[in-house]
């Protein structure tokens, strides 16, 4: 039997200006080389995506510059494909391994029900057998997409305008799917996409998905939805802590009202908490044109009341622009979905007033106290 031929792949890394070489074959037991301190198994995973392209990759890149989970690989054939891995440090909500599968959930989710651009999806290994030791995901590359702020100096005054529309409306799409229960969107073993939980770390295990918002704000205020490192606090917060717990969940009688008002700032939507200019690909050609939202592993089911639309971070905007251009976005959404009108009612600061008491609930000068 002919041995298979070896081919050279360039590694680049995430934090600094260095690039290793590492010559594999497919199929053919390798030692685990030492890249970039990654610790899941590289040879498995580059006859992985031999196996899957039938021609090997020949170079991994991070993309955007400075990712340490995404990147551009490059195959012998020159096509290029974005892949995502799992990362050495936690993800956004304790193991980004979990976060890849809510990603790729949350895009079926939005590819099904909107026509918000997103990067198309090749692939995805969940690695359940832990034979790669991460999860890939694989979406299409487009070579002639930039990230908006990078675009943003070069673009004129209209075009900056109707980009700031065309956000809206994104906006607009995304709340009007709606769900009855709260956490993140994930892909069960039936290969339905559901409402799931929200993970948090590794001994703290999992969180809901909530039923009520009641139920969402406790754990809010018990601190239970943040990473470890975030939610250590002294014995006398620990004692503010407890006594909104106590108030949430035997008080605040609005949260078991009903009504139209109400029913609808309940209701749960798919809140992306990094729609920003750094997670919007636009063409270089037309910057008007999106060309991708990118990013969904930042993305969570909550309740309408709670949203808030996630600073843009447009490069060089005052504070009047940045101003205009948040109610040019809100003109939008408020003509596609009449409930966003209201956020300003009585009843909705109402709520966003119970939303800011357990998020902040160990601090006891918080509002509502």
Avoid at 115 to 144: A, C, F, K, M, W
Avoid at 151 to 165: L, Y
Wanted: proline residues 8%.
């Amino acid at each position: 039997m002919v041995d298979p031929l070896p081919f050279v792949c360039v590694f680049s890394d995430h934090r600094k200006d260095d690039t290793k070489f590492w010559t594999w074959a497919p199929g053919r037991e390798e030692p685990q080389p030492q890249l970039l301190d990654w610790n899941f198994k590289v040879p498995k995973l580059l006859s992985a995506l031999h196996e899957t392209f039938k021609v090997p990759p020949i170079s991994f890149a991070p993309f955007p510059a400075g990712d340490s989970n995404d990147f551009l690989v490059t195959f012998i054939d020159r096509r290029e494909y974005l892949v995502k891995l799992r990362g050495n440090d936690s993800g956004v909500s304790g193991s980004s391994e979990y976060d890849i599968g809510c990603e790729q959930a949350t895009i079926s989710i939005v590819r099904r029900y909107t026509t918000i651009p997103v990067r198309s999806p090749v692939g995805y290994n969940p690695d359940l057998q832990g034979v790669l030791s991460t999860p890939i995901s694989i979406q299409e590359h487009l070579p002639t997409a930039i990230p908006l702020h990078q675009m943003w100096p070069r673009m004129s005054p209209a075009q900056r305008e109707a980009t700031i529309v065309s956000i809206g409306n994104i906006w607009a799409q995304l709340l009007t799917v709606r769900y009855k229960t709260i956490g993140r969107l994930s892909t069960s073993p039936s290969g339905d996409v559901r409402v799931g939980p929200v993970r948090v770390g590794t001994s703290k295990g999992e969180r809901g998905p909530f039923r009520t918002v009641r139920e969402w704000l406790v754990a809010l205020a018990l601190r239970e939805l943040l990473p470890e490192s975030e939610a250590g606090m002294t014995p006398e917060q620990e004692q503010h802590m407890g006594v909104v717990a106590e108030r949430l969940s035997k008080g605040s009688p609005i949260l078991d009202r009903g009504g139209i008002v109400l029913s609808n700032l309940k209701s749960c939507v798919i809140n992306h908490t990094k729609l920003d200019a750094h997670h919007l690909l636009v063409d270089t050609a037309d910057p008007t044109e999106i060309l991708a939202v990118v990013g969904w592993q930042h993305a969570y089911v909550v309740p309408l009341f709670s949203v808030v639309l996630p600073p843009l971070e447009l490069p060089g905007c005052d504070t009047p622009t940045t101003t205009r251009y948040s109610h040019l976005m809100l003109r939008q959404i408020m003509e596609k979905i009449p409930a966003w009108a209201l956020m300003n009612s009585e009843e909705a600061r109402e709520l966003r007033d119970l939303y800011q008491l357990a998020k902040h609930s160990h601090d006891r000068s918080s509002k509502g106290y």
